[in-house]
């Protein structure tokens, strides 16, 4: 069943994909498309979100059909539509969208005229030069349309760091939660926080004894829909959402060693083992060893201690100089939770956060913050409870005696106001002119022309009391 919002978002995506191919209606095409942009980038689950009673025809594009959508498809797991798109064209047509260079228009004739339907197919009509004498296409196009299949073969998909983080903390509490487990850690390229991963590499200790039940009970999670593979120690897997998980069960003693190992990346391990050798040590996942003996391994800074390193931090770890800065003590400061002063965007649960005023002025203090701005959503959008000026006001008088009564920190009066179609801001100058600053930000008509909505933008930026612009890609 559809958990995540990226789930119901790819369900848009492929219907678009596939009514592009039927040619559809082009309204009803970029219907489909919004929503799956919408849906995917919504901070809240979607699950949750109807658990709580919300009404989703209140995201922006979001008619009762599309709703309606989303509530089967959380609900049953199946989106109908889809189902019987897949009955009408096959469903490996969607992978052919995939290749560079083409778009459902040659897709469409690929498969009406040479019955093109899998990548393979396409491969084959390629080599053999029938896909040239397809009207609109050409010996040029062939080669590309060739070039484009061989290089996709050897590029796997890659997810996105914060989608692979919605499976990852999903996977991440269910198997902590399995008895005998004792920690649980996803390594990788996940762990040194790479804007992509090709797929999740999860890092167990449990005793020996526990270690074919945990890796029984991974396989049969229930978002699993292949297994890779399986051992006492060890399995791969892939999820429902194409993203496959790795899965390593280790010995406590060996803990730092395998995090080491199985971070990353292959290069840094190499670069690493490499100087190890250099003073007759050997590394591999289970420790790091002089002759058969064990001197170190079981936390990562015990490893680097035996090659005469400081600790180096997984973001750093790519062999492009940490090795040498480390060595020479130059290792750069990473930017940590503490070194942030402040946090210029926060809800409320006046509109769609989930704590208070109060507590959110606290948890800031706690974190170290010297400043807060409050910047609630404005009414427009309704579907947040976007506030109206009396309810702004009297937001702004609360965070005066917030602020006569809190020491530390300085909360700041602000919102974030949405920008309108033609770039009005969504408040009055008399209710803005109160605020210590104010966010703008675009949460509707996605589908303006580049220059209808760059105009836009630039007249709100003009606007004398405008200060920042939020989340400029999109809602
Ligand atoms: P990815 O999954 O493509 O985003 O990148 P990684 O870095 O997560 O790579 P992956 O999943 O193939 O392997 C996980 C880690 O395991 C990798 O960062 C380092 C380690 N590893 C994998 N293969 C080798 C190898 O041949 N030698 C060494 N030293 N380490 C390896
Ligand atoms: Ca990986
Ligand atoms: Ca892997």
């Given at each position: 069943m559809p958990k995540h919002n990226a789930d119901i978002a790819a369900i848009f995506e492929e219907i678009a994909d596939l009514l592009e191919i039927q040619s559809a209606n082009p309204f009803r095409i970029r219907a489909y498309r919004n929503a799956a942009r919408i849906v995917g980038e919504l901070s809240q689950e979607v699950p949750r979100l109807l658990e709580q009673g919300?009404?989703?025809?209140?995201?922006?594009?979001?008619g009762d059909d599309l709703a309606a959508k989303i509530k089967e498809i959380v609900s049953s797991g199946h989106c109908s539509l889809l189902d019987r798109l897949h009955t009408e064209l096959?469903?490996?047509?969607?992978?052919?969208?995939?290749?560079?260079?083409?778009g459902p228009k040659r897709v469409k004739a690929l498969y009406h005229?040479?019955?093109?339907?899998?990548i393979e197919q396409l491969h084959r009509a390629a080599r053999d030069g029938r896909?040239?004498?397809?009207?609109?296409?050409?010996e040029k196009t062939e080669n590309n349309i060739l070039q484009a299949i061989e290089a996709h073969a050897n590029q796997a998909q890659r997810f996105k760091l914060a989608m692979a983080a919605q499976y990852a903390e999903a996977l991440e509490k269910f198997l902590t939660a399995?008895?005998?487990?004792?920690r649980v850690t996803v390594a990788g390229s996940y762990r040194r926080m790479?804007?992509?991963?090709?797929d999740l590499d999860i890092l167990l200790v449990a005793p020996a004894t526990a270690s074919s039940q945990v890796v029984q009970r991974f396989t049969t999670y229930?978002?699993?829909?292949?297994?890779l593979s399986a051992g006492p120690a060890r399995a791969s897997v892939i999820l429902k959402c194409g993203l496959q998980v790795d899965l390593r069960v280790v010995k406590e003693e060996s803990y730092g060693a395998a995090l080491h190992y199985f971070t990353g990346s292959k290069a840094h391990n190499i670069a690493i083992r490499r100087l190890a050798q250099q003073s007759g040590l050997k590394i591999n996942e289970y420790g790091v060893f002089r002759n058969d003996t064990?001197?170190?391994?079981?936390?990562e800074a015990s490893v680097y201690a035996a090659v005469g390193l400081p600790y180096i931090p997984p973001e750093l770890?790519?062999?492009?100089?940490e090795i040498a800065a480390a060595r020479a003590g130059r290792l750069p400061c990473l930017v940590e939770?503490?070194?942030?002063?402040?946090?210029?965007h926060v809800h409320t649960k006046?509109?769609?956060?989930?704590?208070s005023l109060r507590e959110m002025a606290l948890a800031g203090l706690a974190n170290g913050f010297e400043y807060l701005a409050i910047t609630e959503h404005s009414r427009r959008l309704a579907f947040a409870h976007g506030l109206n000026p009396l309810q702004l006001e009297r937001q702004c008088d609360e965070i005066d005696q917030l602020n006569a009564e809190l020491k530390g920190i300085t909360l700041l009066k602000s919102i974030e106001v949405d920008i309108l179609?033609?770039?009005?801001?969504?408040?009055p100058d008399s209710v803005l002119a109160r605020l210590d600053m104010v966010v703008g930000a675009v949460h509707?008509?996605?589908?303006?022309s580049r220059a209808k909505q760059t105009q836009r933008i630039l007249r709100a930026m003009q606007h004398p009391y405008f200060t920042l612009l939020a989340h400029p890609p999109g809602a």
């Open positions: 919300g009404d989703l025809t209140e995201l922006p594009g979001i096959p469903p490996a047509v969607t992978g052919l969208l995939k290749i560079p260079g083409l005229d040479l019955d093109v339907q899998t896909i040239r004498a397809l009207p609109g296409f050409g399995i008895p005998g487990v004792v790479r804007e992509t991963v090709g229930d978002e699993v829909v292949e297994i064990r001197i170190a391994g079981e936390t770890r790519e062999n492009r100089g939770q503490g070194d942030l002063r402040g946090d210029l006046a509109t769609d956060g989930h704590n179609e033609d770039g009005n801001l969504d408040l509707s008509s996605f589908n303006l």
